[in-house]
């Protein structure tokens, strides 16, 4: 069972910066994606950011130039840096996996929140 452990969440003021990792279980060769997403409260879940094993990284527009993920393929692990955050910004966010290998495929982390302050 791929496992998804997630870290970093918190609380900071507008205009800081957190960083968020998320290690997950299972073969690199077998995660051909890893990113984040995230969910305020009455709001959908949004794409934050997704690295395609391919190179490929797609933002959502609400964070483009503001975060920036990073992955690291031997480790299963991603990144993302969280900078010039926002009220905006509060939510939970999750680490998701798409396993190529697994029954399920896709596998989402518990989720970590982080709350930023006015």
């Known amino acids: 069972q791929v496992q998804l452990v997630e870290s970093g969440g918190g609380l900071v003021q507008a205009g800081g910066s957190l960083r968020l990792s998320c290690v997950a279980s299972?073969?690199?060769?077998?995660?051909?994606?890893m990113g984040w997403y995230r969910q305020a409260p009455g709001k959908e879940r949004e794409l934050v950011v997704r690295?395609?094993?391919?190179?490929?990284?797609n933002y959502g527009d609400s964070v483009k130039g503001r975060f920036t993920a990073s992955r690291d393929i031997p480790k299963n692990t991603l990144t993302l840096q969280m900078s010039s955050l926002k009220p905006e910004d509060t939510a939970v966010y999750y680490c998701?996996?798409?396993?190529?290998?697994?029954?399920?495929?896709?596998?989402w982390g518990q989720g970590t929140q982080v709350t930023v302050s006015s």
């Open positions: 998701y996996v798409f396993n190529a290998c697994s029954r399920v495929y896709e596998y």
């Open positions: 299972g073969d690199p060769g077998c995660i051909s994606v």
């Open positions: 690295i395609h094993s391919g190179g490929g990284t």
